[in-house]
């Protein structure tokens, strides 16, 4: 009874479609009641922080950006809890404005008498307990909240395989700031921990995850919207994720903000420590999810100087390559690149152009154009040899060495 009692709590309910809006506000309140409806986490009069995934500009039907509907759903629990409703992002390029009206987030907030916050300035937030950076500009709409709520898609993801509950929080770094960590922690996994420093900082309350139409192939924004017909929550993040992977096929290894969350003691990420208030787990399970393996991470996995592991990097995680035939000279990519000068010049006399030697595989370009411009095109060494089997049998072998250094 003990260890039933510390299982973490995760609702899901069946939500086929966003519309009519009266069943998406129904299966809110479904899924909060287990949680104990939104009243156990607002209370009246506190500002409430919604913080949905509007990572660009784009359509809700895309399903790249959390849904409308989903979230005037939100909005109205909130109100009806008490609380002071205000919604914002602050998307890497093309403008926060520009996203919200895209994806009908800001007709929402209007509708809704919610107030849309622009991520842009910023203000330090400490926490003694990160791992990585115990001092983190986010942005200062979070000083003025009493909680955040947390509204995340489910989506495949180019660089990190997959991201839900506890990536959506990077997005609390406002706009391009976001490409200086990319930059800055090129280790995948080291963002992964930074990933969850903000987490740890900024302390969502809640997260309600859209999973009722999710994006599979290549996320976060590349990709092909995939029915999931699920809405979900939890009040513990990595719970919510550990399901919401483990239902399009993924496993803990694979996601590496989760395995962050494991090394810091974030959340729940085993599966048998959480507790599923829904359908059973495998009436959920997606078979052929069209999945991304995150690239593998050579600069964690080899004890070797960073210019040759940069050098294998260039091997063996794919590159991106515009296809001329179908960008439209935006130039997102190359205002979202954080190398400088940009590694991707969409312009370049003869043509669009990829410098392979500065180029850190972020995949930043690739999510932000807003045509489906960037393919990500393995090397012709990659194409010859499986890394990723190589990295697995590497890593087995170095675990029996372990083991029987362990004896
Ligand atoms: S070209 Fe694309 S993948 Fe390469 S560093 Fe720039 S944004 Fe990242
Ligand atoms: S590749 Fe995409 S983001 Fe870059 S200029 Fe072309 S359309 Fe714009």
Known sequence: MKDEEKKALVSAVRLPDYTPQEEVDRALELVLAPLGGMGAFVKPGQKVLLKPNLVAPSAPEMAVTTHPALVRA????????GGICFLGDGPGVGGTLTAAKASGLLDVAQEEGAQFVVFEETAVFENPENRILKRIELTKHLKEMDLLITLPKLKTHCQMAYTGALKNQYGLIPGAAKGKFHFRFQNRDRLAD?????????????????????????GPSGGTPRKIGLLMASSDLSALDTIAFTIIGLTLPQVPVSLAAQRGGYGTVELERIELAGPPLDELRIRDFDLVRAPLNIMRILPLPRFVLRWIRRQVAPAPRINPKICIKCRRCERGCPVSPPAITPLAEGGPKVNDGTCIRCYCCHEFCPVKAIDLKKSLLARCINFDALSRAGSRMVGSIAAVFRK
């Open 74 to 81: 939100v909005i109205r629990q909130v109100k009806v809890a």
């Open 194 to 218: 930074f990933m969850i420093d903000i987490n740890r900082t900024a302390a969502p309350t809640l997260a309600i995850m859209d999973a009722v139409v999710g994006m599979e192939g290549p």
